[in-house]
C-alpha cells in the first residue's frame, strides 16, 4: 500500500481543527503549515502523534501550501483545509486507490460539499464541486497565487466519487470576516495586474449573481441556508468589486 501524506495550513483553528484531524487518523502523516496561531491550534495538532507541525508566517495561499507539500515525506499527498471534514466513504476510496500496485494516475479531483448553517448543500455550485486536492508531489504542486490557488500537475487526473465535507463558516460573523479579507486579497492582486471597472459593473454583478446563485443554481431548493448564502455570495462580489475601484480611485 503506497503511503500518504495529509497537508493542512492553519491559522486559530482551535474550534475546527480536532474534527478535521479525527478524520484522517489512518494516513500515514499529517503535516501542519501554521501561520502563527495565537489559539490552542499548535497544541491540539501535537497531541496526534502523526502531526508534524511547521511555523510559517503567510506566504499567501499559494506559497503557503507549496511549502506544505514540499515538508511531506510520502510522494502521495492528500491537501485538506482545516475545515474540511473527510467522509467515510472518501476514505475508503482512496484506500482502495493506494492499495493499487501502480497507480495509473497523477491525481484526483475530489468532490467538496459546503455544510452552512448546519445544513449540508444539495444543490448549487456548492455542492460536489471538484477540486484537485490528491495527487503525486513528484508531478505537481500548486501554483503561487495568493488567493484562490490550484495543483499544476503534470499526467493524466481521474475523479474520486465521494466527497469532502466544507465546514467553512462558523456563523455570518465569520463569514464577513472571512469575506473582508478574502476582497481585500482580490482588490490589491487585480489592481497589480492592470485591472479597472466603472461604478455600475458592481451593481450589475451583484444582482446578477443572486439570480445565477438563487434562481439558475437552484439554491432556492437548499432552504433558508440557501437564500442566505445567495446573498452572502452576491455581497461577496459586490464588496470585492467596490474594493477594487478604490484602489484605482486612490492609487
Same mark, same amino acid.
Given at each position: 500500500m503506497? #503511503?500518504?501524506?495529509?497537508?493542512?495550513?492553519?491559522?486559530?483553528?482551535?474550534?475546527?481543527?480536532?474534527?478535521t484531524?479525527?478524520?484522517?487518523? !489512518?494516513?500515514?502523516?499529517?503535516?501542519?503549515?501554521d501561520?502563527c496561531?495565537?489559539?490552542?491550534?499548535?497544541?491540539?495538532c501535537?497531541?496526534y502523534?502523526k502531526?508534524?507541525v511547521?511555523? /510559517?508566517?503567510?506566504?499567501?495561499?499559494g506559497? /503557503?501550501?507549496?511549502?506544505?507539500?514540499?515538508k511531506?515525506?510520502?510522494?502521495?499527498?492528500?491537501?485538506?483545509d482545516?475545515?474540511?471534514?473527510?467522509?467515510d466513504?472518501?476514505n475508503?476510496?482512496?484506500?482502495?486507490t493506494?492499495?493499487?500496485a501502480?497507480?495509473?494516475?497523477a491525481g484526483?479531483y475530489?468532490?467538496?460539499?459546503?455544510?452552512?448553517m448546519?445544513?449540508?448543500?444539495?444543490?448549487?455550485?456548492?455542492?460536489?464541486?471538484?477540486?484537485?486536492?490528491?495527487?503525486n508531489?513528484?508531478e505537481?504542486?500548486?501554483d503561487? /497565487?495568493?488567493?484562490?490557488?490550484?495543483v499544476q500537475?503534470r499526467?493524466v487526473? @481521474?475523479?474520486?466519487?465521494n466527497?469532502?465535507?466544507?465546514?467553512?463558516y462558523?456563523?455570518?460573523?465569520h463569514y464577513?470576516h472571512?469575506?473582508?479579507?478574502y476582497? @481585500?486579497?482580490?482588490?490589491?492582486?487585480?489592481?497589480k #495586474?492592470?485591472?479597472?471597472?466603472?461604478?455600475?459593473?458592481?451593481?450589475f454583478?451583484?444582482?446578477?449573481?443572486?439570480?445565477r /446563485?438563487?434562481?439558475?443554481?437552484?439554491?432556492?431548493?437548499?432552504?433558508?441556508?440557501?437564500?442566505? !448564502?445567495?446573498?452572502?455570495?452576491?455581497? =461577496?462580489?459586490?464588496?470585492k468589486?467596490?474594493?477594487? =475601484?478604490?484602489?484605482?480611485? =486612490?492609487?
Open positions: 503506497h #503511503k500518504i501524506s495529509v497537508t493542512i495550513i492553519t491559522y486559530n483553528e482551535e474550534n475546527r481543527i480536532r474534527r484531524l479525527e478524520s484522517v487518523k !489512518w494516513c500515514d502523516e499529517v503535516i501542519i503549515v501561520s496561531s495565537t489559539d490552542k491550534t499548535v497544541d491540539i501535537k497531541e502523534s502531526c508534524r511547521f511555523i /510559517q508566517p503567510f506566504l499567501g495561499y506559497l /503557503q501550501k507549496r511549502f506544505a507539500v514540499e511531506a515525506s510520502n510522494n502521495w499527498v492528500l491537501s485538506l482545516a475545515d474540511e471534514v473527510m467522509t466513504t472518501l475508503d476510496e482512496i484506500k482502495a493506494l492499495s493499487d501502480d497507480i495509473a494516475y484526483f475530489v468532490p467538496i460539499t459546503m455544510v452552512f448546519g445544513q449540508i448543500f444539495k444543490y448549487g455550485d456548492e455542492n460536489k464541486c471538484l477540486h484537485l486536492r490528491f495527487f508531489k513528484n505537481g504542486n500548486f503561487t /497565487q495568493s488567493l484562490h490557488e490550484v500537475l499526467g487526473t @481521474s475523479t474520486f466519487k466527497e469532502i465535507l466544507h465546514c467553512s462558523v456563523d455570518a460573523h464577513i472571512k469575506m473582508n479579507d476582497t @481585500s486579497i482580490y482588490a490589491n492582486e487585480a489592481v #495586474k492592470g485591472k479597472h471597472l466603472g461604478r455600475l459593473k458592481s451593481v454583478r451583484f444582482l446578477f449573481e443572486f439570480i /446563485q438563487y434562481f439558475i443554481k437552484c439554491n432556492f431548493l437548499n432552504g433558508y441556508p440557501g437564500f442566505v !448564502w445567495s446573498i452572502f455570495s452576491s455581497y =461577496y462580489v459586490f464588496v468589486l467596490v474594493k477594487l =475601484y478604490e484602489k484605482n480611485l =486612490y492609487k
